[in-house]
C-alpha cells in the first residue's frame, strides 16, 4: 500500500505539497506515483526564478517504464530546484517524500486559497484506493 502523509496536500496529477518552515512550498511527486512508474531514470524540472502557474506543466519524470508530465499545483516562483536528483533521480523512488522532493516555490498571495483548492491526505487516499 502506498504510503499517504497526513500533513502534506496532493493533487490528483499526484503531487504533493509541504509547507516549510520558512513559508515555501516544497513539491514532488507521492509514493503512489513513484511506484506505478517504476524506476526513476531522468527528472527535469524547471530552473530557480521560473514562474510556474497552477496546472501548467513544469517537467517531466522518465521512468524505464515510460515519460510523464509534472504539473504544478500551485502558481509561484521556483526558489530552489532539488539539484541531487541531476545525479541520483532514483531518490524519488528511494524517498518520494523527503530526499526525492522536486522544486521549492515561493506563492507571492494567497497560499491558503491555493492549498484549500488542493486534496487532503484523506482525499487522496480515496482517490489511489479507486485507482487501484
Do not use: C
Amino acid at each position: 500500500m502506498s504510503e499517504v502523509k497526513q500533513q502534506l496536500w496532493y493533487t490528483d496529477e499526484h503531487e504533493w505539497v509541504q509547507r516549510t518552515v520558512d513559508g515555501t512550498l516544497r513539491i514532488g511527486i507521492t509514493d503512489f506515483a513513484q511506484h506505478q512508474l517504476g524506476d526513476i531514470v531522468f527528472v527535469e524540472l524547471p530552473g530557480a526564478g521560473t514562474t510556474i502557474g497552477q496546472g501548467t506543466e513544469i517537467g517531466t519524470i522518465e521512468s524505464v517504464k515510460t515519460v510523464s508530465d509534472l504539473f504544478a499545483p500551485v502558481t509561484g516562483t521556483v526558489l530552489k530546484v532539488n539539484e541531487a536528483l541531476e545525479s541520483t533521480p532514483e531518490l524519488v523512488n528511494e524517498s518520494p517524500y523527503e530526499e526525492g522532493w522536486m522544486i521549492e516555490v515561493e506563492m507571492s498571495n494567497g497560499v491558503e486559497e491555493a492549498l484549500g483548492k488542493l486534496l487532503s491526505a484523506e482525499q487522496y487516499e480515496q482517490l489511489i484506493s479507486d485507482e487501484q
